[in-house]
């Protein structure tokens, strides 16, 4: 059984989860309307893992015996100046996230629940992953500045990324 406090916050990170995905598929849809498909495919793959993430907080609510609570998710925003704003963007949300892990990682320790404590390693190292792979798209978009054809080749190369559901269960 879930203390409150736990449910709680398990419950504000489907939320949070839910949102990111919300945010990636507008962001899809930015680059779906500048033209960079590859980008496009790279943020369903993204929108696909973060629901991936709410479902997994989802489950295990209801395996611990918990309720799930499902808040109203906040508007993301449509638009972004550039590709490297967009994913300067998405690692600032990145870093917010891995905080919110974090704090439930504490709080899980200091209300000595050790099975939600295990349960989130996993998003320990998921968002390790997360900030890394951000990082060098961020560190590849500065490189590439305003050379469109340095964009591009980027763009056909994230365009191969595929949502892999059986990440789900590693
Ligand atoms: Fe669910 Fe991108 O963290």
Do not use: C
């Not at 449910?7 to 990636?24: C, D, F, P, R």
């Not at 680059?31 to 696909?48: E, P």
């Not at 629901?51 to 611990?64: G, S």
């Amino acid at each position: 059984m879930l203390k409150k406090k736990i449910l709680k916050a398990l419950n504000e990170q489907i939320n949070a989860e839910m949102y990111s995905s919300y945010l990636y598929l507008s962001m899809e849809s930015y680059f779906q309307s500048v033209s960079l498909g590859g980008f496009a495919a790279w943020m369903r793959a993204q929108v696909q893992e973060e629901l991936m993430h709410a479902m997994k907080f989802y489950d295990f609510v209801n395996e611990r015996g918990g309720r799930v609570t499902l808040n109203a998710i906040n508007k993301p925003e449509r638009d972004w100046e550039s590709p490297l704003a967009a994913f300067q963007h998405i690692l600032r949300h990145e870093q917010l996230v891995t905080s919110l892990i974090n704090d439930l990682v504490d709080l899980a320790a200091r209300e000595k629940d050790h099975a939600t404590g295990i349960f989130l390693q996993w998003f320990v190292t998921e968002q390790v992953e997360e900030e890394a792979t951000v990082g060098e798209i961020v560190n590849r978009l500065e490189l590439i500045g305003n050379d469109s054809s340095g964009l591009f080749f980027l763009d056909a190369e994230l365009g191969k990324r595929v949502f892999n559901a059986s990440q789900a269960e590693a």
